[in-house]
């Protein structure tokens, strides 16, 4: 009989049926919310699991789900798994890395555009009907071309959106990470590396790329946005939590920086007020990575990942395939 996989989250109905071809599916095409517990409950009997960034696999979880073996992320972060708790409990997880790189690389430099230039806010001024006349310092905001971004977190997505500001805007793209590039990527990305302080005083524009971990919480919080220019913009792609949300909050009220862009949040779906109330802050929904095509690769390349696991062959993209061999 084929393996049993729960589908967590409503996915595309092609995939659901490909799945369906190897598989005996349970599907959560209702898009219900599921809490944890019923999230457990779903999993009981299941050999193999296909989840979201949303969905939590913890030891209360796989306590819960013995037959468990395999859980495939449809997302390249994987803060939702508890990676040890799973090695722990002999259950592979995989991810869906390189399928989203230039798409969520394009979206990076998208708020960067829009929160320098100012786009939503202005938009929402014309559209509640306020705009009756020119006036010479009218949604002034700071450039994009020939102005210094600093990326924090130089991963392949890191290194799209360097290359996205070097070679198309002229900017002078300079950089953090846990260990340098080589001096070959380097070039390629026209990027030179910089002291996370020597980046935050100095750049224009910065940028958050870094995976979350425990090391990375807050990595950006009231110290930190003290360093940075007061007309500098900050943008977040890559976790809530990265970003003490309340700090930032209170750097842009008080204009201690002039603009953020922001997809992740702390605590999402939910978005802290004091974000809300002001207006020299752009809010997406966790997009950065929403387009039809990369959405259906993230999705196809997380269903590889279950395929190749229950046909005995090496998947795509295993997370603790190396812990899982050692223990
Ligand atoms: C989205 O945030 C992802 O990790 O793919
Ligand atoms: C992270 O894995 C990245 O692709 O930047």
């Given at each position: 009989s084929k393996p049993k996989i729960l589908v967590a989250r409503a996915v595309f109905p092609e995939v659901i049926t490909r799945l369906g071809q190897y598989f005996d599916v349970e599907s959560n095409q209702a898009d219900e919310t599921w809490s944890k517990a019923q999230l457990a409950e779903k999993l009981?009997?299941?050999?193999?699991?296909?989840?979201?960034?949303?969905?939590?696999?913890?030891?209360?979880?796989?306590?819960?789900?013995?037959?468990?073996?395999?859980?495939?992320?449809?997302?390249?972060?994987?803060?939702?798994?508890?990676?040890?708790?799973?090695?722990?409990?002999?259950v592979l997880a995989t991810n869906a890395p390189d399928?989203?790189?230039?798409?969520t690389a394009d979206f990076?430099?998208?708020?960067?555009?829009?929160a320098a230039r100012r786009l939503t806010e202005s938009e929402h001024y014309l559209r509640a009907g306020k705009w009756n006349k020119w006036r010479y310092d009218m949604f002034a905001g700071s450039d994009i071309h020939g102005s210094?971004?600093?990326?924090?977190?130089?991963?392949?997505?890191?290194?799209?959106?360097?290359?996205r500001g070097a070679h198309g805007?002229?900017?002078?793209?300079?950089?953090h990470n846990r260990s340098r590039l080589d001096a070959a990527l380097e070039a390629e990305?026209?990027?030179?590396?910089?002291?996370?302080?020597?980046?935050?005083?100095?750049?224009?524009?910065?940028?958050?790329?870094?995976?979350y971990s425990p090391a990375s919480h807050h990595t950006i919080g009231a110290a930190e946005l003290a360093m940075m220019k007061p007309t500098a913009t900050l943008v977040n792609i890559a976790r809530g939590g990265i970003v003490d949300d309340v700090a930032l909050a209170a750097a842009l009220r008080d204009k201690r920086i002039a603009?953020?862009?922001?997809?992740?949040?702390?605590?999402?779906?939910?978005?802290?007020?004091?974000?809300?109330?002001?207006?020299?802050?752009?809010?997406?929904?966790?997009?950065?990575?929403?387009?039809?095509?990369?959405?259906?690769?993230?999705?196809?390349?997380?269903?590889?990942?279950?395929?190749?696991?229950?046909?005995?062959?090496?998947?795509?993209?295993?997370?603790n395939a190396a812990q899982l061999a050692g223990k």
């Open positions: 009981k009997g299941k050999q193999g699991a296909f989840t979201t960034g949303s969905d939590r696999i913890d030891a209360d979880v796989l306590a819960a789900c013995p037959d468990l073996k395999i859980c495939a992320n449809m997302a390249v972060g994987y803060n939702n798994f508890d990676i040890d708790a799973m090695t722990e409990a002999g399928v989203l790189t230039e798409t990076g430099f998208a708020l960067v555009m829009a210094t971004m600093g990326i924090m977190g130089m991963g392949r997505i890191g290194q799209g959106i360097a290359k805007f002229g900017m002078k793209v300079i950089y990305c026209k990027a030179s590396y910089v002291s996370k302080e020597e980046l935050l005083k100095t750049a224009d524009h910065v940028v958050l790329v870094v995976p603009a953020a862009g922001l997809d992740v949040f702390e605590g999402e779906p939910k978005v802290h007020p004091d974000l809300l109330a002001l207006s020299n802050v752009v809010l997406t929904p966790h997009i950065a990575s929403a387009t039809m095509p990369t959405r259906l690769a993230m999705a196809s390349l997380a269903a590889d990942n279950l395929i190749a696991f229950f046909e005995g062959k090496v998947p795509p993209s295993p997370i």
